[in-house]
């Protein structure tokens, strides 16, 4: 048996990784764990990404962890509605518009006061190289 990696393609890998900080979130909204599953997946639909598969959870006695799978790679979310806060991701391989997408239209859903969002490339290209 060969195991030897295969070559690097002529393209490495690339990926988006955004990240979302929102306050002022309603807090029924963030503890509505149903809700918040259909969100995260009408969502990654509307903003061009592949369902694959999605698990979300309810904590006692409040806030949601949640994660949407998608061929792209993923959308997670974690909230604490006590505090209106909702921490969200998503990452996409390939089409980085795509995740941009899908966080826009998160950001919505969720009603957010406030956002700090950051993105930022993933791959091989992304890390820096050692001098």
Not at 98 to 125: C, D, K, Q, W, Y
């Amino acid at each position: 048996m060969d195991t030897r990696l295969a070559e690097p393609g002529p393209t490495p890998p690339a990926g988006r990784h955004v990240l979302a900080e929102l306050t002022g979130c309603p807090p029924e909204v963030l503890n509505d764990v149903r809700a918040l599953e259909t969100c995260f997946r009408d969502c990654a639909e509307k903003g061009g990404a592949t369902l694959v598969s999605s698990h979300f959870h309810h904590f006692t006695p409040q806030g949601v962890s949640g994660v949407v799978v998608i061929a792209e790679s993923h959308l997670t979310v974690h909230t604490w509605p006590e505090h209106g806060y909702a921490a969200v991701d998503v990452f996409t391989c390939g089409r980085p518009e795509i995740a941009e997408a899908v966080m826009s239209l998160l950001i919505a859903s969720l009603s957010a006061g406030t956002v700090n969002r950051t993105s930022f490339h993933r791959g091989p290209h992304a890390v820096p190289t050692a001098v």
